[in-house]
């Protein structure tokens, strides 16, 4: 297993930033692609942006695209979500998620994911 807990929630105005962090315990933390995902009330949750094992790569969803962006250190055992410019439509809970130890690329699937934190709720207000 490889828990996660995210922090860095809260209540912020439009145009404005947060960064969330998710921490994870477990040896083989760099050896798992780490995604962040969202859901807002009444929706599906769904995908916001993914970095592969080493931080070379990422991959986001066209709604997040160059305001959001992703980092790790693999070090700290530590995975954060930078977003500017955040928009009232941005507000849900928001999950961080490892995929299997191994697996190489970024998958937008929830089912792809094996590892889950508990969230961390992102309010922007108007």
């Known amino acids: 297993q490889v828990p996660l807990v995210e922090s860095g929630g809260g209540l912020v105005q439009a145009g404005g930033s947060l960064r969330l962090s998710c921490a994870a315990s477990g040896r083989t933390f760099s050896d798992n692609v780490m995604g962040w995902f969202r859901q807002a009330p009444g929706k599906e949750r769904e995908f916001v942006g993914g970095?592969?094992?080493?931080?070379?790569?990422?991959d986001y969803a066209d709604s997040v695209k160059g305001r959001f962006s992703i980092s790790r250190d693999n070090a700290k055992n530590m995975v954060y979500l930078q977003m500017n410019s955040l928009k009232p439509e941005d507000t849900a809970v928001y999950y961080c998620a490892a995929r299997k130890t191994g697996r190489t690329y970024i998958s937008t699937r929830i089912y792809e994911y094996e590892y889950w934190g508990q969230g961390t709720q992102v309010t922007t207000s108007s």
């Open positions: 970095i592969t094992r080493s931080g070379s790569s990422t």
